[in-house]
C-alpha cells in the first residue's frame, strides 16, 4: 500500500454568542471585579448563575452579589496545560464554593505545587488585568488566608452591558482521506481519473468512496475512466463565493465522465457561460500543480443525446 | 400489538429572525418549549422525556448541545435523546419522539428543534475546508440549481413557476406571525426582477437564515382526553433514507421520498393523497423544491406538478394549499425548519392555524428531507384520531 | 412490556490509536457485514437501521451520510441517526421493536478519534459561555471527580490502578490495551496513564430482533428485559460528582435491582468513574464487572456504549451469562447514563 496521505485540517470560527439576562449580568459583573450569582425560588445560590434551575427548570433571575473568596470543593492537578486553559504554568484546576454560594464554579488556581492544593482550602479571585466581559475577567484563583467576604443583594444593573461574547474556537486535525480516495487523489497527481467498480452491481464510482454505496461492499477493481465527458446539468453562478477566486458568472456543472456511472462536479470555461447546455461534450483542463482538472472545456464535438445521459442525472 | 395513538397537543415556536441577539441558545429553545406547554397546559414536571434535534454541531460550535441544554428543557433526571439527520432532522426528532408514546414507553414527550445560524454561518459549518478535496465550487443554492434545471428540462416546466411559489410563500408568511420574512411590499413582479443568483434560481427563491426554535408536547389517548384545545392525531408517520449520491440516484425525485410518502399513505390509509390530503407543508428550501416534492409525494403525476402551481391549486385557498406557514422559503433555522413542517401541519388540523389557517383541514401533511436529497421524514395528522 | 425483544448479534472492529489507512466508511464496513452475517440478514430483510456517530471527532460535518454507504442503503430504508454513543442509537431502535414498526433493527457507531486532539476536542460539549472558553480537557474532568471520591473516602489512587490492572488483564482480542500496563505518571493528578482510556479509533454493531424472529437468528438471544437512560444537571459544580443518581434512576427503570445480574459491563473510561458506578448501581464482588476490559482497554468514542451492549449480550450468546448489566454514558463525568439489563433463556 502506498503511503498513507495526510494534511492537517484546521477547523477555527469565532462564535458569536449572545446571552441571555442572566448570563449578561453575571459576565458584566465579572468585568467590573464583581460575582453574582442567582437565587432559587428554594433559597440556595448557584454560581456560575444559570438562567434555569436545574432541578425544578424553573427560569430564575433573582441575583446576588457572592464573595470573591471561597473555598475548594475539589481539585486536580494540572501539570501540563494545554492550549487555551487559563495559566500557561502548571495550575490545579479547582472546584470553588464562592462566599455566599452553594454550587462550586470551576476554573484554575495558581499555586507552586500540587503539595500546596487541598479539598477545603480558602481561595481568592485574582482579576484578569484586561476585562471585556468573560469568565477568563477571572484570570484564575490564588490560595487567600484572609477573612470571608461580604455579601449583599445585587440588582445586577451595570453601565454598559455585555450581551454577546466572542468565543474563539480552534480544533486541529489531521486528514486522511482513507484507501480508496487515496488511489483516487495519487492518479489524479498524474492526470488520471480512475474510479472503482463495484464487483456486486458493476457500476463504476467516480471519486470512488471506498464502499458501492447501494450494495454495500467494498469497491477494489480500478478502472480509469474519462477523460471527456457529458455536461448532464449546470447552473451559472452569479454571486462570488467567499472561498473561492472566480470571476463570476461561471458555470458549475455535473460532468459524467466517459465510463463513469456518476456524474462528478467541475467548473466549465473556454466557452460564454450562457452558451453551455445539457449534453455538451467537455474534457478536463489541467494547470500546473493542481490537484484535480481547473475546469472543463469543451470538446468539439457534437452533443450527447438526452437519452444517453438521463440516467446519470 | 397495536400501537397507542400520538397526539399533538402543544405547539410552540419563536418569532423567526435573522439573529436573537437577546437570548443564549437555552434562552432560544426555552422560549419554544414554554409555549408548547402553555398550549397544552402542562407543566415540567409532566413531561416524561426530552427528545431533541438540530442539524451540525459545527453551525453553533458547540459539540453535543443537548448536554448543556439539559437543564434549560427540564431534562434532568429524564431520558434526553438527540437526533440528527441532516435536514430531515426536525421532522425525524417528531417521529422518534412520537415512537416513544406509540411504544407506551412513555406517555408525554416533549421534542424540539431548533438552529441559532447567527452563532456562526451555516456555509462555513457545511463547508470546512477538507484537504486534497476540490473546493465546492459554488454556495447553497448552487448545490440544488442543477436539480432544478434537470426538472426544468424533464417536465418542460416554463421558467416562471420558481417566482410563483416564492411569491405566494412569501405572501402566507405574511399572515403567519412566526415567520422570518414580512416582505409586505412583496409583489410577483419583484420576486422575477430579482438577481439570478445560481441560474435558474433567483435571490428571492431562496431561504433566509434564521434563528428559530419549535417544540411540541405529544401524548398518549389519556393525555389527549386531558387536553385544553384540541389535539392532532397521528395517522402515519416515515423515514426514509437513500445513499448520498450513488449511481442511478433520481435527484429530481428521490426514490427515497417516494417510498417514505408511500408507507405513510400505507399507515393512513390515504388511497388518493390529491383527494384524501386537504394541505401540505413540505421542505421547500428552493422555491422550485415545490412542483418537484409535489409529483415525488404523489399529488401529482410525473411531470405534472407545476401544472398545480401554476393553476394556484397550491394557494392558500386553493384546492390543496401548500406551505401555509410560508414554509421553509420564509423560515429557515436549518434544523428546525423540519419540524416546523410538522408543527404547521398540525396547527392546521387542530384549527389553530389563525390568520393562515386553511378552512376544514382534516389531513394534513408534513415533510422534511436532507443530505443530498437522500433522508426523508413525513408524518401525516389528522383532525380525528386514528381508527382503533 | 408487551414484545420480547433481543440482541442477537454483535460485531466490533478492533480499536486502533491510527485507522488513517481507511476512511470511516472503510473502517465501518467489515463490521456491518459482521455482524448481518452472524444472523443471514441482508440490509434489505433489516426493518429499521439507527446509527450513532459524531461530527466534532473527525471535524467534518455530516460524517454519517457517508458512512450509510457501507450499509448499502439501496433500495430506500428506514433509518435514523444519533448525534451520540450507538446505545442511544440502539434504544431508538429498541423503541421501533417496541412499537412493532418493525421486527429486526440494525444498530451500529463508529468514531474515530484519532485525526483530532480528543482532550480537546471534547471541552467544546461544555457550557459555551462559561466553561469552554477555559478548555477544561476531558482528563481534568475526570480528575476533579476522581478527587472528590478520594477525599469522599470512596477510593485511593491503590484501588484506582487495581482497576485498570484488573480491566487490562481481559482476555479480549479486541482490546486495544491489555496485559499489565504500567500505572504511569499522572496525567492530571491524581488520575494516571492507567487510569484513562487509551485513545482509540473503531466501530461496533448489532442486530436486534423481536419474539420469534429473535430465536430463529440466535441460538440464545440477550433479550432485553428493561432498558432505560437518564440525564442530569450538566454543571458540575452543581453535581454530586462521587455519586451517579441518573445511573441509578436508570438501572432502577429498567429492572436492574429486581434481581442480581452476574456481569456488568460499564462504560467508565476512567478508572475513578468505575467507582462511581459501583456504588450507583449497587455492583459487588458477586457480579463480575467489564470482562471484556471495558473502556479502559478499548474506548472509541461513540461506538464503546454500544459495545458494553454487545459485550454483555454475546456472553448470555455464549451461555457465560445468565443475566447482565450493560451501561453506557455520555457527557462530562458520567452526565447522562444508560442501562440495559439482558437475559438468556433458562438453561
Sequence with gaps: MPDVLKAPLVVEFPFTRSLGPVQSAFLTGLRERVILGVKTRDGRTLVPPVEYDPVTAEEIRDLVHVGVTGTVTTWAWNHEPRRGQPLDRPFAWVLVKLDGADTALLHALDAPGPDAVRTGMRVRVRWAEERTGAITDIACFEPYDGDDSEVTVHAGEFEDPVHGIVAQARLDYTYSPGRAQTAYINALAERRAVGERCPSCRKVYVPPRGACPTCGVATVEQVEVGPSGTVTTFCIVNIKAKNLDIEVPYVYAHIALDGADLALHGRIGGIPYDQVRMGLRVEPVWTEGGGYPDHYRPTGEPDAEYDTYKELL | ?388 | MTRDIAVVAFAQSDTLRSSEEVSEVEMLMPVLHDVLAQTGLKTADIGFTCSGSCDYLAGRAFSFTLALDGVGAWPPISESHVETDGAWALYEAWTKLLSGDADTALVYSYGKSSPGSLRDVLTRQLDPYYVAPLWPDSVALAALQAQALIDAGDTDERELAAIGARSRATDNPRAQLKGPVPQGDYVVRPLRTGDCPPIGDGAAAVVLAAGERARELCERPAWIRGIDHRIEAHSLGVRDLTDSPSARLAAERAGAFERPVDTAELHAPFSSQEVVLRKALGLDDATRVNPSGGALAANPMMAAGLARIGEAAARIHRGESDRALAHATSGPCLQQNLVAVLEGDPR
Design chain 2, 1 to 388: 400489538m397495536s400501537k397507542e395513538p400520538v397526539a399533538v397537543v402543544g405547539i410552540g415556536q419563536t418569532k423567526h429572525v435573522a439573529a436573537r441577539r437577546d437570548v443564549s441558545i437555552a434562552g432560544l429553545v426555552r422560549e419554544a418549549a414554554v409555549r408548547a406547554l402553555d398550549d397544552a397546559e402542562l407543566t415540567w414536571a409532566d413531561i416524561d422525556a426530552v427528545v431533541i434535534g438540530k442539524a451540525p454541531d459545527f453551525f453553533e460550535g458547540v459539540m453535543m448541545p443537548e448536554l448543556y441544554l439539559a437543564d434549560a428543557l427540564g431534562a434532568v433526571g429524564k431520558p434526553m435523546l438527540r437526533v440528527h439527520t441532516a435536514g430531515s432532522v426536525g421532522g425525524s426528532t417528531a417521529l422518534v419522539a412520537a415512537n416513544l408514546v406509540a411504544a407506551r414507553v412513555h406517555s408525554t414527550v416533549l421534542t424540539l428543534a431548533f438552529e441559532k445560524q447567527s452563532e456562526s454561518n451555516a456555509m462555513w459549518g457545511l463547508s470546512l475546508p477538507i484537504p486534497f478535496q476540490q473546493p465546492l465550487l459554488a454556495g447553497a443554492g448552487g448545490f440544488f440549481a442543477p436539480h432544478v434545471r434537470a426538472y426544468m428540462r424533464r417536465t418542460g416546466a416554463p421558467d416562471t413557476v420558481g417566482s410563483l411559489v416564492a411569491y405566494k410563500d412569501r405572501r402566507n408568511a405574511l399572515k403567519n406571525p412566526y415567520a422570518h420574512l414580512h416582505e409586505h411590499d412583496i409583489t410577483l413582479e419583484k420576486v422575477q426582477a430579482s438577481p439570478m443568483l445560481w441560474d435558474p434560481i433567483r435571490y428571492s427563491e431562496t431561504c433566509p437564515s434564521s434563528d428559530g426554535a419549535c417544540a411540541m408536547v405529544l401524548t398518549d389517548r389519556a393525555g389527549a382526553a386531558r387536553a385544553p384545545r384540541p389535539p392532532a392525531w397521528m395517522l402515519g408517520g416515515a423515514m426514509r433514507s437513500e445513499p448520498t449520491l450513488f449511481a442511478g440516484k433520481d435527484a429530481v425525485s428521490p426514490q427515497a421520498g417516494k417510498d417514505c410518502a408511500a408507507d405513510v399513505y400505507r399507515q393512513a390509509q390515504i388511497a388518493d393523497p390529491r383527494r384524501d390530503i386537504d394541505a401540505v407543508e413540505m421542505y421547500v428550501p428552493f422555491s422550485w423544491y415545490e412542483p418537484m416534492w409535489l409529483e415525488n409525494l404523489g399529488f401529482a403525476e410525473e411531470g405534472e406538478g407545476w401544472k398545480l402551481t401554476e393553476a394556484g391549486v397550491t394557494e392558500l385557498d386553493g384546492d390543496l394549499p401548500v406551505n401555509m406557514s410560508g414554509g421553509v422559503l420564509s423560515t429557515n433555522p436549518i434544523g428546525a425548519s423540519g419540524m416546523i413542517r410538522f408543527a404547521e401541519a398540525a396547527l392546521q388540523a387542530r384549527g389553530q392555524a389563525g390568520e393562515h389557517q386553511v378552512e376544514g383541514a382534516r389531513k394534513v401533511l408534513g415533510h422534511a428531507y436532507g443530505g443530498g436529497s437522500q433522508f426523508f421524514s413525513m408524518w401525516l395528522v389528522g383532525s380525528e384520531p386514528p381508527d382503533a
